[in-house]
């Protein structure tokens, strides 16, 4: 076997790293916030320092994020957008801390970190994710030459050995799958499952936009392990900054001989990564339709057993793990066994990338221990609901998970506890809701999202969930009955217990977990026809308060005419014209427009 | 395979490792409920309601694809199944166009049949429902989504046995449907007209398009009515008046048409006599040039259609002479007319044939003027319904003269393997001008769908291949294309087991049923005294009165024809 160094420049990586530097957020998120224009700025700006892009540290509330190194000091900067860039600027240049925007000098320091435990995103944010050498400086591909040391089997052994579960939801043993293809000869494939399609998960986009070379490492030593010279990683082309950072980030491996045929001198290991984009839809994140869509067919499920590793691609062994499993691999691999293992629960070790969503003060992602509770996740990292609301529940694992309630807000993240409480780990998608989120609703919005994402194979989903859905519609829209309640609870037990694949199996979690818990605003929606959060509009009515001025404002916002009156006296709401927008409540200067529960 | 003991409802049966659950059952007296499953499909697991409980599961599995395992606990029928099953018939039925009584499909609709067995009388859910239109543009099927279930057997069948690829899954959740591609319609898609969704669809979605209304009218015109049925109707009418598969019903079938007021009643295999001397005539000619070889069969339409479509370059292969449904309406409109001083204007010409696609070949413009309607099996059967005739109870009588008479050789020709068995008999005889003692050519029977037969014929060794199903005959025509092709002639059917089980006969096509009703026509073959087609007597007088010598000027003009480019390329919108 061949050293490192004579594939890539490390101590040019290593110097990067160690000197002054100034550092901005872009992946998407930050991007979004508009972290591309700031870097453009910082980088026009002649600092004479080098101006770095880096990926996401996943504090999404910050965005765009700047960090200044210089002399051995960082500083934290946040929500500097581009008009703002110029007082990075002077403060580099005077070496000062410009403290509008000064956040910490570093991660440790922020409120938001000091529960987490970065061991699979340590580089998120810090370096180039474009880098190979930034990456190797890090300590990148430890992980790939101590597996490479140890032959298939025994890299296999690790992987049962640290109890790595599957992070793509159903968490199972990560060793375990890859034993099944132990024995088998010939052609075998490997799949990175990165069809991150739950609304309100982000963390795998994260991750590839912020260290693609290390899911790719996992991939490697995923490849060595099983003995599959071929892999695809298959993503969904509406996130394209992810798909460029990852094909970019392959071809430097290619470049640098890391891909291709006896990498690193090792005799027949011989690896070929492809990324496969897919077109989006929700059930390819299923493993059996992500094979089918990858072969060009009809993103369609197929009964299992025969499960992939013995006839996934091309009716050879194949193992698809996601993006989440591939960053453990690496990570274990580098770290090592001992101190991987002192992570996490018995059961579940290590680490889970969490988003945290929903009505909560600093969304994001974060990297959490298994075992943390949810109390901790939602108040110590999250900073608790905004001010002014109550917390209810929380949403896990996506549109297949349930809600649980704040009152078992003590339950550990772990897999089998969340379960019997109703939800799933899924891709690990923390939802926060509060007082003014109706779980009636909740569940009609998720319905809609399967309704509309189920492939349309097997009978229970592709009809059960629109039936669910028109339940759900009748009951937020005031038309339910009582019976309605019990249709839907039965269609869902038989949708959960008929469907052909984990999407219509887990369809109708949302229904029966806020059923479990939230059973009342069911029967408050189907008889009193009221919704307590004031969510659902036809159950509600906008009042004129007391406080109303008469200055007019509301009749002339009100895009339906439905509020008159006469000025300096105050004004009214014609509850049959009105739309329920809103519109008027928010503009009142006065607070005098109140929304209330229809008796 | 290692045998595996498992507990099927609290008893112990034995069953191979890995075998599906549903064929365990079915073994041991329990027929699953099933919708989308066939025995010769890929078990796709869509419908759900063939759901089981099996211990240790959480959910309910599907019986189809779900294999079993040593010691498995399996349970069939306890009321958190019929539960499913029934929530599962409820689903299909709120999605569904509930015209029962109206539909070409009533009494024979499996979803109308589960319905009915669990009592679903009230379907609590309300709500959307497709709507789609009816396509009736295909001369052959009509396609009604609205009474589509999903099931995909339509699309297994046309896609994986027939690889067509005519129609196919589009959309996806609840607008999921089946139609063929780029907003063709039926008639301008690859469809080869074979039947086979129709016989695959358990539900009204795909039924084949009647011509019972026009028959009716012609009955009645006025005009003189002339019958001719195929060889396969005579083994499987019977079965639309429920007698068991493999009872030949011939002498009722042609009192039957008598009653309905055909003035006469001509018979297929008189035809078929003659595309055997014909076709065997030519593969001798080419044989002996060295000519254009595999020479490929051509009496059925669907698989003309497929090779115009997808094998344009290849269709010198084919032999040029016509189907006997085709040969046959030639003959009535040009000799029998001529014979008997009528207009073929005034004669109406009605084929009751065990196909759909023949609806289409009797358009082709080729055939322009000939046979004027096409009644199936299952049409006919309905139509005799409708006269109130009492089918069984018929006294039997015999087809009229002179096409009316055939061998042995012809009867055979309603199943697969039996038109190159035929063949292979004239061809014998006429190569070494003998007449040979052999007439059963085994190796060509059977229900695989590839079959091989190496045949000596006077000192020439011929190497046959016959096949059922379109995706077989893809492979012979790969070989073929790229030039490595070992054969001289090849027999291809569109259908599974051949006529027998074509897209008008009466359903359902198990690999049994199909071998019964081959037994009856093979029967029939070995009953009869003359088993070879050129020694046909009324075929060979027909040749000397009319046709002149055999593959001669006059027989070319009226029993050979050409074939078009259908290219399927340049039907995209």
Known sequence: ?????????????????????????????????????????????????????????????????????????????????????????????????????????????????????????????????????????????????????????????????????????????????????????????????????????????????????????????????????????????????????????????????????????????????????????????????????????????????????????????????????????????????????????????????????????????????????????????????????????????????????????????????????????????????????????????????????????????????????????????????????????????????????????????????????????????????????????????????????????????????????????????????????GECMRNCAFKAIEKKSTP | MAKVSVNLNGESVEADDGEMIIDVARRNGIDVPHLCWNVRFERIGACRICVVEVEGNPKLVASCSTPVKAGMVIKTHTPRILEARRTNLELLLANHDLSCTTCAKNLKCRLQEYAHDFMIQEVPFSGKRKREEVDYSSPSIVRDNNKCILCEQCVQVCNKIQTVYAIGLQNRGFKTRVAPPMRMDMNESACINCGQCVVACPTGALTEKSSIKEVIDALNSGKYLIAQTAPSIRATLGECFGLPPGVPVTGQMVSALRDLGFQKVFDTNFAADITIIEEGTEFIKRFKENRSLPMITTCCPAWIKFAEQFYYQELHHMSSCRSPQAILASLVKTYYAEKMGKDPKDIVLIDIMPCTAKKFEILRPEYKGEADYVLTTVELAKLIKQYSIDFLNLPESSFDSPMGESTGAADIFGQTGGVMEAALRSVADLMSGQDLQRVDYVNVRGMETMKEAEVDLGGNKIKTCIVHTLGEARKLMDQIRAGTSPYHFIEIMACYGGCVGGGGQPGPHRKEILEKRAGALRKEDSDKKIRKSHQNPDALRLYKEYLGEFGGEKAHKLLHTTYTNRCIIKKCK
């Open chain 1, 1 to 581: 076997m061949k050293k490192l160094s004579e594939y890539v420049d490390t101590e040019k990586g290593a110097k990067e790293l160690a000197g002054d530097r100034v550092t901005v957020g872009v992946a998407t998120c930050g991007i979004s916030a508009g972290a591309g224009e700031t870097l453009k700025a910082l980088q026009d700006a002649n600092l004479g320092v080098l101006v770095d892009p880096v990926g996401c540290s996943g504090a999404c509330y910050n965005e765009p994020i700047v960090t200044v190194k210089q002399g051995g000091v960082y500083s934290i900067y946040s929500h500097v957008t581009k008009d703002k860039a110029q007082k990075i600027v002077d403060a580099v240049k005077t070496g000062k801390i410009c403290g509008e925007l000064f956040t910490a000098h570093g991660l440790t320091e922020m409120d938001y970190y000091k529960k987490q435990q970065r061991i699979v995103m340590e580089n998120c944010g810090l370096i180039n994710p474009l880098s190979i050498e930034q990456y190797a400086a890090c300590g990148g591909f430890k992980g790939l030459l101590e597996a490479l040391l140890l032959e298939p089997k025994e890299v296999i052994d690790v992987m049962k050995d640290s109890r790595l579960r599957g992070r793509g939801g159903a968490g199972f043993s990560t060793g375990v799958k890859w034993s099944f293809v132990l024995g088998k000869t010939g052609k075998k494939y490997l799949i990175c499952n990165a069809d991150e399609g739950d609304p309100g998960a982000f963390m795998n986009r994260i991750m590839l936009e912020s260290d693609p070379f290390k899911v790719l490492e996992g991939m490697m030593i995923a490849a060595y392990a099983i003995g599959a010279d071929e892999a695809f990683i298959y993503m969904r082309l509406e996130r394209p900054l992810s798909i460029r950072m990852m094909q970019k980030a392959i071809s430097l491996l290619g470049e640098k001989h890391l891909l291709g045929e006896n990498i690193l001198g090792k005799e027949g290991y011989n690896l070929k990564i492809r990324v496969k984009k897919g077109a989006g839809a929700f059930v390819c994140g299923e493993e059996t339709a992500l094979m089918n869509s990858i072969m060009g067919q009809r993103g369609y499920p197929r009964p299992r057993p025969p499960f992939p590793a013995e006839k996934g691609l091309w009716d050879k062994p194949t193992i698809i793990n996601n993006v989440d499993t591939m960053a453990n691999v690496a990570t274990i691999m580098k770290i090592g066994l001992d101190r991987y293992k002192k992570i996490g629960t018995e059961k579940s070790r290590g680490t889970k990338t969490v988003c945290l969503t929903g009505n909560v003060k600093r969304p994001g992602v974060i990297e959490v221990p298994f075992g943390i509770s949810l109390k901790e996740i939602v108040y110590d990292i999250g900073g608790g609901t905004p001010d002014g609301t109550k917390f209810k529940a929380v949403q896990m694992g996506g549109p297949a998970g349930g809600c649980i309630p704040a009152s078992l807000m003590d339950l550990p993240l772990d897999y089998e506890p969340l379960t019997a409480a109703g939800a799933i780990m899924g891709s690990g998608g923390v939802v926060v809701m509060t007082d003014r989120d109706c779980m009636v609703d909740v569940a009609r919005y998720f319905m809609s999202f399967t309704q509309k994402e189920s492939c349309g194979k097997c009978t229970p989903c592709r009809e059960g969930t629109l039936r669910l859905l028109e339940i759900l519609e009748r009951l937020t829209d005031g038309s339910g009955k009582k019976e309605d309640i019990e249709l839907a609870r039965k269609l869902s037990i038989f949708i959960r217990d008929s469907s052909l694949c984990g999407l219509g199996q887990n369809a109708p979690n949302p229904i029966l977990s806020t059923m479990k818990y939230f059973m009342d605003e069911y029967v408050q929606h189907a008889e009193q026809k009221t919704c307590a959060a004031g969510v659902c509009k036809n159950m509600l009515t906008y009042v004129i308060t007391d406080k109303c001025v008469g200055c007019g404002n509301c009749a002339r916002i009100c895009p339906v005419a439905a509020i008159s009156g006469k000025l300096k006296t105050k004004y009214a709401i014609d509850d049959e014209k009105c739309i329920k927008c």
